[in-house]
Structure formats: C-alpha cells, structure tokens
C-alpha cells in the first residue's frame, strides 16, 4: 500500500457504505466501477480534501458493513475524500477495533485488564475459543479495558451488516452490539451466536451503589430521571445552569468557573477557568470545544455512566462550555466500546436539537452551538487530547509537540477547549449552587465533589461520590473491601499502589502526590492476596506496549523493554532479577524524562510503586 492508488474495486456493499456517509456520487463516478480508466485519479480537489476529517467516520461505515476493511473500500473511500491510500492505511490499522485483513462479520471482543483479569478474564477466553470455532462465523479477540469493570469480567459482541451502513459523520449507526457483564461462557457465546437477542443491559443506576440519592450533585439524576425524557430532566433541574449562564455573560461564567477552583477530573487536575479563559481570550476564529469521553485507562468507567444515565447533564455543560469559550460548534469524542452510551448521547443531542436547545438560536439566545459525535475506535493515547485532535481531523492519533498549546492552536488548527465528561459536568452545580457554595465543598486545594471508580477485591463495586478529601479508607469502607487486601491501585494504569497500611491517604489531589502516589482519574483498584502481583504487573506492561503510538523511540522502546524485563521476572527465566530490577528503573527513568506525552511518562509508575512500596520480588 503506498500513495498510488490502485485497481482494487469496492464491493456494492462497501460503496454503499461510503456514500451512505459522504453522499451520492458526482455522476462522473457513475462508471467507476465498469471503467478502469475512470479508476486512475480522484475527483473533488479541495472540497474533498478539506472533508479529510470524516475519513475517521468512513472507515467505521466501512467496518460497520463488512467487519473489516478491503483494499477496494479503503480505496473508494480515499477517492471520494482525496487522501493518500498510504495515510489512510496508517489510520485503519492505527486503531485496535479496525481490522485490513478478512474476518468474520461477528467480532467477541473480551476484556482481559486488570479487573477483569482478576476476575477470571483468562479462563472465559480460553472457553469462548474452545467452543466458537472457526464454523461458528465468530472471532475471539482479546483486548483492554472496556469499561465495565464494574460488572468484571466483561465482554462486548460487535456484528456488522446492512443496518450499520447508514453511518453519519457523528457515527450514528445501527449495527448489531451486546455487553455481556458478568460474563460467562454460556452467556458469551449465546451474545456472541445471536447478538440481537442477548439480554438488554442492567440499568445505569446499577453501577451507583449510594443511588438513589438526591443529595448527589453529579449521580444525583443517574436512577431517577429517565434518560431518554428530556422533559423529566428539566423537571429535575435540568437547564437552570444554562439560564443561569446566559444571565451571567460568557465572561461572568468564566468568572465563576474559575472562582469555584474547579480543576480537570482527566487526570491532569488543570484549572478550568484559566483553560476557558486562554481559549476565549483568543483573537482567532472559530473557535471549537471538544469532550474528550474517550475514557480508556483501566478502571475507568465513571463518564460511561453518566452518559448512560444523565445524558443531557452533559450536552447542557457542553453548551454551556461553548458559550463561555465563544465556540460555536463541539465534538463529542466517544469510546468506540460504548455502545449504550452512544445511542443515549445521539438521542439527548436530537431532542436538544429539536427542542431549540442546541442549534442556531439556542433557547432564544442568539446563541449559535450544535454538538457532533465522534466515535474512537480503540486507541488509549486518543485520550490524550492532541491525539484526539488529530484522531478526529483523519490523522493517526498520535501526540503533538506542546507548544503550542490548544487553547491557541488545537482542532484544525484553531483555538480549542478541551475537557472530559466529569469535568464538564462539574459546571452545573458550579452555576447552580454558586462559586463560593461549591469551594466549600472538599479542600482548599481540591474543590468540589470527586467521581471514584471503584472495582476488584470489594462486595460493591461501581462509581461513588465523595467529596475531595475523604480518605482512601472510608472510600473502600463504603465499598466493602473484602479480607486479605493485598494492594490498591491508585489512579489505573498510569497510576500507583499503595500498601494495606495507608488507607488513611486522602483523596485529593495534594495529598496522593504529599503521599508519593497520584489520584489520576479517580481509579481505585483493590486486589487481595489471591491476586498473583507479578502477572498484574506484566499485564499493566503489555497494555503500555500495546497502546504505545510508536512515534517517539523512549516510549516505543521502553515500554518493549519493560515488558521484556517484566516476562523474565515472572517466568524466573533470568538469571538474576535484581538485574531486571536495575535495568527496569533505567528504563523507566529514560521513559518519564524524554517520552512526548503522558503514556510514555506515566508508563513505569504502578511498576516502579509494586517494587518500592510492595515489596513485588521480594
């Protein structure tokens, strides 16, 4: 594959599918597939290329068909947008839930992270395998986190067919997908022979244990309001910000947001206002917003559930995000892996359309916003937001080099806001309550109320919400953490163990890094002393090497290394490990000084905490 274009020939099927998603054909295509002359260039010129970024929206169009993605789709595709086949081919096979080689249309992709590992992951591959056989027109995929830790161990059925071509560029689509959480084999294979037919999944409210409970400012709708009825969610309150932010101004919202201290709930706990701000104070246009709800880090499913439960809490707080930063339009980057969450978004943003809640003339405003989906397709590093950005403009979603930063040149080019799902949420009853009224809550340095994910080794697993500053402890006391608690891991992946001994950390963001660990994005992991460390740890190495895009040598090497280092450790095939050990911290320590971005920074952390605090190879 290389930058000429070839003769391969899309199926109907796969021509179908592009043109459901870019539109008929000019009529000088009509012969395109009778003429091999009419094979040798693209048409369109600028006009196409400047529709570069619904290349992300194509190749899904042409997944959603097929299942995988042919030389001759790949090709019409390239043509009706005018991109390199060669580029194109970079992202198909940049994505995890793409494929370019055939397979069968039904996909059962099984979780196999750390919660779900726990749980019995590799015992329910080894069966689905056994019994879903070449014949049985299903492959098994084993793959990273899907977000439902809560429910581990945890599987999801993609089929694809006709009703998935009628793809829009916001990856509205129909195709067939089941979750089956808890998974067993008997469940996974019924799921995966007759996805259409598995059983509907358990209510959102389910994954909040303290639900109902109207005292919560974030999960307090999630379980009371239905979240199909956006009637119901007014009547609870919903669209008071909103009003409340119009009286404001954009520069008194601002005003606000940055006087109630909140900071980024993604993990890298930046001011909000101060990133509103920037981005509003920026002389080019457009500007655009951007929610990043491509939550992929291992123990995270926290924005899942709000988007499943409260979806027009979160196409309120975009719009009010947008009208602060002047944005005008806002994409809504959703995990490939969500399929229940995408469904209930695509239904709040068209009933806010319809309802004149988004749109030209929002509630009457003069206030132009409209929101667009995009979905992932199966990358971590997308959750790193230039990466995002280019994920979204066509590109592979690889970092970019900062500066600058987005809030000057971000999507496309232009001044970009960039928050995920929590933080944005977070807005409503910043302007509700008050700024003053939601510093009160939590610290001085972390204010306001916190999302934990919390799943492993406890009785009730799922998202509770506490105010910043409760302590480890008393969060894994409302949880029920089981005997024998051998380690938490703090902060997922990217994150940090800690000992039995510390639960009395608080969880803030000040006092996980005072006690040498990190919050993150509100990850809380238990494991009791039935959970083999060594292989935990390998595990967190190969989901690094895997999820690793590769472009800078400290992090496309070291995360080889690591995991390299991490095998001979745990098979006892290296003569000494106190060698391994040695060269796991040069490793690390090159990783965390030099790599582009935070995978590569963040890869040797929950590694380099098991051996110093845990004493793992002792």
């Known amino acids: 594959m290389d930058l000429r274009f070839g003769d391969s020939r899309p199926t109907d099927e796969e021509r179908a599918a592009v043109d459901a998603l870019l539109g008929p054909p000019e009529s000088s295509w009509e012969g395109a597939d009778r003429s091999d002359a009419d094979l040798r260039w693209a048409r369109g010129g600028r006009a196409a290329r400047d529709r570069r970024d619904l290349l992300l929206p194509g190749l899904h169009a042409l997944n959603d068909r097929v299942g995988w993605i042919s030389e001759g789709g790949l090709d019409y595709l390239c043509r009706r947008l005018t991109v390199p086949p060669s580029e194109a081919y970079g992202v198909a096979t940049f994505y995890a839930l793409f494929s370019v080689r055939p397979r069968p249309a039904t996909v059962l992709h099984v979780c196999t992270d750390l919660a779900c590992a726990a749980a019995g992951a590799p015992r329910l591959c080894e069966a689905a395998e056994a019994r879903l056989g070449p014949e049985s027109g299903v492959t098994v995929e084993r793959g990273p986190c899907l977000g439902l830790c809560e429910r581990a161990p945890a599987a999801l059925v993609v089929r694809a067919g006709e009703d998935a071509a009628g793809a829009k560029a916001g990856g509205g689509v129909t195709r067939a997908a089941a979750v089956s959480a808890p998974a067993t084999p008997d469940a996974v294979v019924r799921a995966a022979l007759t996805p259409e037919n598995a059983?509907?999944?358990?209510?959102?409210?389910?994954?909040?244990?303290?639900?109902?409970?109207?005292?919560?400012?974030?999960?307090?709708?999630?379980?009371?309001?239905?979240?199909?009825?956006?009637?119901?969610?007014?009547?609870?309150?919903?669209?008071?910000?909103?009003?409340?932010?119009?009286?404001?101004?954009?520069?008194?919202?601002?005003?606000?947001?940055?006087?109630?201290?909140?900071?980024?709930?993604?993990?890298?706990?930046?001011?909000?206002?101060?990133?509103?701000?920037?981005?509003?104070?920026?002389?080019?246009?457009?500007?655009?917003?951007?929610?990043?709800?491509?939550?992929?880090?291992?123990?995270?499913?926290?924005?899942?559930?709000?988007?499943?439960?409260?979806?027009?809490?979160?196409?309120?707080?975009?719009?009010?995000?947008?009208?602060?930063?002047?944005?005008?339009?806002?994409?809504?980057?959703?995990?490939?892996?969500?399929?229940?969450?995408?469904?209930?978004?695509?239904?709040?943003?068209?009933?806010?359309?319809?309802?004149?809640?988004?749109?030209?003339?929002?509630?009457?405003?003069?206030?132009?916003?409209?929101?667009?989906?995009?979905?992932?397709?199966?990358?971590?590093?997308?959750?790193?937001?230039?990466?995002?950005?280019?994920?979204?403009?066509?590109?592979?979603?690889?970092?970019?080099?900062?500066?600058?930063?987005?809030?000057?040149?971000?999507l496309f080019g232009k001044p970009t806001v960039a928050n995920n799902v929590e933080t944005l949420v977070n807005v409503l009853p910043v302007l509700t309550l008050g700024a003053q009224a939601y510093a009160a809550i939590g610290t001085g340095a972390s204010t306001g109320p916190k999302l934990f994910c919390v799943s492993g080794s406890v009785d009730r697993p799922g998202i509770y919400e506490l105010p910043f500053g409760a302590t480890l402890g008393e969060l894994l006391t409302l949880a029920g953490v089981r005997d024998g608690l051998r380690a938490v891991l703090l902060g997922g992946a990217a994150g940090g163990f800690v000992r039995p001994d510390e639960l009395d950390i608080p969880l803030t963001f000040e006092g996980t890094r005072e006690a040498g660990t990190t919050l993150g994005s509100g990850v809380v992991m238990a494991f009791d002393d039935t959970v083999p460390l060594p292989r935990l740890l390998l595990r967190i190495a190969e989901f690094f090497r895997d999820e690793s895009c590769g472009q800078c040598v400290p992090c496309r090497v070291g995360t080889v290394r690591q995991e390299e280092a991490l095998h001979r450790i745990a098979e006892r095939t290296g003569a000494d490990a106190a060698a391994d050990i040695t060269l796991l911290r040069e490793v690390g320590r090159a990783m965390r000084d030099a790599s582009i971005c935070g995978l590569g920074q963040t890869a040797w952390n929950a590694v380099e905490s098991a051996i110093d605090r845990l004493g793992a190879y002792e």
């Not at 655009?288 to 499913?301: K, R």
């Not at 988007?307 to 930063?325: C, F, H, K, N, S």
Request: glycine share 12%; proline share 8%; hydrophobic share 35%.
């Open 199 to 410: 059983p509907e999944e358990p209510p959102a409210a389910l994954a909040v244990p303290q639900a109902p409970d109207p005292g919560l400012l974030l999960l307090g709708r999630v379980g009371t309001v239905d979240p199909a009825d956006l009637d119901d969610y007014r009547a609870h309150g919903g669209y008071t910000a909103l009003r409340r932010a119009f009286a404001l101004g954009p520069a008194g919202v601002i005003r606000e947001v940055t006087d109630s201290g909140l900071l980024g709930r993604g993990g890298a706990a930046f001011p909000t206002g101060r990133k509103w701000q920037a981005t509003a104070s920026q002389p080019d246009h457009p500007h655009y917003l951007v929610c990043n709800a491509d939550e992929s880090e291992p123990g995270t499913f926290k924005d899942r559930v709000l988007m499943e439960g409260d979806p027009y809490a979160l196409v309120e707080a975009m719009t009010i995000a947008a009208y602060a930063t002047g944005a005008r339009h806002g994409y809504l980057y959703l995990r490939g892996e969500y399929p229940r969450a995408l469904e209930r978004m695509e239904h709040a943003i068209a009933q806010a359309r319809a309802r004149g809640l988004l749109g030209d003339d929002v509630l009457g405003q003069g206030f132009s916003f409209d929101i667009e989906i995009r979905r992932g397709a199966g990358a971590y590093i997308c959750g790193e937001e230039t990466a995002l950005f280019n994920s979204i403009e066509g590109f592979r979603g690889e970092p970019r080099s900062k500066p600058p930063f987005p809030v000057e040149k971000g």
